[in-house]
């Protein structure tokens, strides 16, 4: 063999002798038709399934949105009121009493149930002080409330000024009781299952719950402890979230369309056909008896609160919704706290579900019509369903239709149901109505964070048992607290703070810790099929795809929401 320049002549040589020759067209072409081959038997017949299940997933969810709406247009027009629903009478008064300021005034202290309010913290530095403020201003007789602060902060600094916080309240007469504990396990149900324990509490009957951002208004006991003193069957009563600074940008105001129709719409709906539905964890109060009923707190899964609903109104206790008692609260206004909560809220349901779908079928205490309800309506259509059609349909199938032309959507599917239901939705914050388009843009966006999250709870893998306090960054010190009027003692402190941080402004982060690459990565391939729309397919899709796929994009750059200094 010959060196140098010889050894790529020889290698020719060496390879025109082989008998075998490669036809680059052939092969080229056999690709081409394996590629068409496994487009028609796996590719196609898969889209088309998705659009079967997911045409028929918004049509379950249509038909549990129009059901809710009757119901809720049936509590407006024929006035069904709670109050109308159950006994409801001041405390200390009697059926014949018309005088309700009378009542009050003759009822004696022991009239009224002791009641424990609970507040659990975990580093609240900028809401303790208002939050405990509020709960020590709330009027029933001193000596039959007692205020439980459940301190789990890992912060010494903020252990100590809850502490003192707790004890200025003791100085001035308030029963208030300062509580820690030696670990978080738990979380938040361990926390409340191990204020439980104390012997004080063994004199309660009810528990109000509050979370360290919510301030309620004085009267709240006076209108809600009545309807459990009245009515043995009723465990819970729950009230509405009051959002201090929903239009403290755009990702505050999303928020509050979403929870306003769950609150105005959904619980009004549960409590009036079923006296049931899903405990918010906060702005409620308890009967202890049903709590024990239930099995108390269980730390199971991160909806602690939600499980403990579930396994009561199995025992065969009932609930009431009082949308006319407003908490003020605070809307995560970042969106990195917004996704930890998000992720939260969506991942233990669905792991809930998983825990309890056989316990609820067998379940011999309620009726059959209740069961069904809380396995397919509750579960099913409103925590799993909902994120998954949400994700696959408008984000996954819509967009890969265009790039097949077997796939054929049909026009109710895109246009007619989900606009029936998107209206359904947005009547609940009627003020926000002109940013409708931009919340469903919003809200497809969240889906595919919602949608890992229920996956991650089915299969329980993960960050199945993540638990990530919401951060909280003092908006509700802007608001001004209610005046008490009679009660000098507990109204003392209950003033305008000024919050614990500066003013919010943008900061430059490295580039790499701050994109979200999973929305940037969905939002360039939807951009891609609007541009294949535009220049081939000619479906008409592009509009939506070009602004959903901006959408992604905007959130994925971190364009959303404020960013904490």
Known sequence: MSSGGGVPEEVARLWGELPVRVDWAAVAAQWAEAVAAVRALVVVPAVRLLVAVSLAMTVMILAEKLFVAAVCLAVRAFRLKPERRYKWLPIGATASDDDEEACLGAAA????????????????R???????????????????????VLDDSTDPTVKDLVEKECQKWQGKGVNIKYEVR????????????????????????YIAMFDADFQPESDFLLRTVPFLVHNSEIALVQTRWKFVNANECLLTR????????????????????????????TAGVWRIAAIDDAGGWKDRTTVEDMDLAVRAT?????????GDVKVKSELPST???????????SCGPANLFKKMMVEILENKKVSFWNKIHLWYDFFFVGKIAAHTVTFIYYCFVIPVSVWLPEIQIPLWGVVYVPTVITLCKAVGTPSSFHLVILWVLFENVMSLHRIKAAITGLLEAGRVNEWVVTEKLGDINKTKPASNGSDTVKVIDVELTTPLIPKLKKRRTRFWDKYHYSEIFVGICIILSGCYDV?????????????????????????IGVCPP
């Open 109 to 124: 202290g022991t009239v009224f149930p002791m009641v424990l309010v609970q507040i659990p913290m975990y580093n609240e």
């Open 126 to 148: 900028e809401v303790y002080k208002l939050s405990i403020g509020a709960a020590c201003a709330l009027d029933w007789p001193s000596d039959r409330v007692v205020i439980q």
């Open 182 to 205: 030696g670990n978080r396990k738990g979380y938040k149900a361990g926390a409340l299952k191990e204020g439980l324990k104390h012997d004080y509490v063994k004199e309660c009957e």
């Open 254 to 281: 999303f928020q509050e369309m979403s929870l306003d129709y769950h609150f105005k719409y959904e619980q009004e709906a549960g409590s009036l056909v079923y006296s049931f539905f899903g405990f918010n964890g």
């Open 314 to 322: 199995l025992q065969g206790w009932k609930f009431v919704y009082v």
């Open 335 to 345: 969106f990195k706290a917004y996704r930890f909560q998000q992720h939260r809220w």
């Open 535 to 559: 220049l081939y397919a000619k479906t008409g899709y592009y509009i939506f795809l070009f602004i959903q796929g901006l959408a992604f994009l905007i959130v994925g750059f971190d364009y």
